[in-house]
């Protein structure tokens, strides 16, 4: 089996918020079986309480400023150049990168997005979801193109929605199940 010897491919995660998928993309990342090896965790927030999954498992890491966009894709492109890095999973990065970032990159951004898309790309998926009384949400992997949410899809894994619903209980069911879903995702392409 070629993945249990071949060289891991070098990744780094995108996150600016509670980084539960990182944490659970880093455990992925440990198995001898999988692919990947993260090597770097980019932030654009000082305070995303994910970064302490980096500190933990002492994966480098770098806070990036989005103010400016043309310049922090800039000082992101030199980063990845340095360490090597030819993929990368965006984590809930709140942050849509330029057509020149991601050509930069052919097919090798993904992210993951909590509803089955094509329906319901954006924010708020879960608000959106409970207000139009859909009987089933879930989470999407697919690569990343300029276009919110658009890429082509990966894996999908559908929840279904119960009476009492609340974007609450939703969130949560949901998340488990990206937490499978994202590691699936990179075995099947990978
Ligand atoms: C997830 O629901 C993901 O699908 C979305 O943002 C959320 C990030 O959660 N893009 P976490 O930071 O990984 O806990």
């Known amino acids: ?22 944490k659970s993309l880093i455990k ?3 198995s001898k079986y999988s692919p990947i090896k993260i090597k770097l965790v980019i932030s654009n927030k000082t305070n995303a309480k994910g970064l302490k999954y980096a500190n933990i498992n002492k994966i480098p890491k770098k806070i990036i400023n989005f103010k400016k966009k ?7 492109l030199n980063i990845l150049n340095i360490k090597k890095i030819n993929f990368i999973c965006l984590a809930g990065f709140m942050i849509v990168f330029s057509k020149k970032f991601i050509n930069k990159f052919p097919g090798k951004i993904i992210n993951i997005h909590p509803s089955l898309l094509p329906k319901y790309k954006g924010l708020n998926t879960h608000i959106r979801v409970l207000k139009n ?17 658009s890429g082509k899809i990966i894996l999908q894994k559908k929840v279904k929605i119960i009476k009492n619903e ?23 392409i990978l």
């Open 166 to 188: 609340t974007v609450s209980s939703l969130s949560k069911k949901i998340l488990k199940e990206e937490h499978k879903l994202y590691p699936k995702a990179i075995n099947k």
């Open 133 to 149: 009384n859909e009987k089933f949400s879930g989470c999407t992997v697919h690569y990343v193109n300029s276009n919110i949410d």
């Open 28 to 30: 992925y990342s440990k």
């Open 70 to 76: 043309f310049q922090a894709e800039t000082r992101i």
């Open 1 to 22: 089996m070629e993945k249990l010897t071949g060289k891991k491919i070098n990744t780094a995660v995108f996150i600016s918020g509670k980084g539960s998928n990182l």
